[in-house]
């Protein structure tokens, strides 16, 4: 996938002026969405300063519809920018992922596991 401009209307959840809202094509965990921004931009660096200002809404709505149907106990907010970061699809897109007690054996470093054992401190 080169982008997300070819995702069916059907599938966007959420809409505004900056940012859709789609559930992950290969969620981490139930409930698990994307925050992706209407005009391409490569990654967050590349969005502008009004998108930067309006993504937090976009995140609390995120938020909001991930409990309209789910009850996690916590949450993981990311974004790959650049290859050697994990990304694949050079569209912005936030991931949103809702966490469960239990999902992880120990869920202590969060994000910082994205490199195998440097979440360990």
């Keep these: 996938m080169k982008d997300f401009t ?5 599938r966007i959840i959420y809409k505004d002026d900056y940012f859709f809202i789609i559930y992950d094509g ?3 965990n139930d409930g698990h969405l994307l925050i992706i921004s209407n005009e391409v ?9 009004e998108e930067k200002l309006a ?9 909001n519809i991930i409990l309209e149907k789910y009850s996690p106990n916590g ?3 990311g974004m790959n920018c650049g290859e050697s970061a994990g990304q694949t699809v050079f569209h912005f897109h936030c991931h949103l992922i809702p966490r469960y007690t239990g999902d ?3 869920p202590r470093g969060g994000v910082r596991h994205v490199i195998p ?3 360990n401190y």
């Design 6 to 10: 070819q995702i069916e209307k059907e």
């Design 104 to 106: 992880t054996e120990n």
């Design 26 to 28: 290969f969620p981490v």
């Design 75 to 77: 949450f993981n907010i």
């Design 117 to 119: 054992s440097k979440g």
């Design 55 to 63: 993504l937090p809404f976009a995140i609390e709505k995120a938020k």
């Design 41 to 49: 931009r490569k990654d967050y660096f590349e969005l502008t300063l």
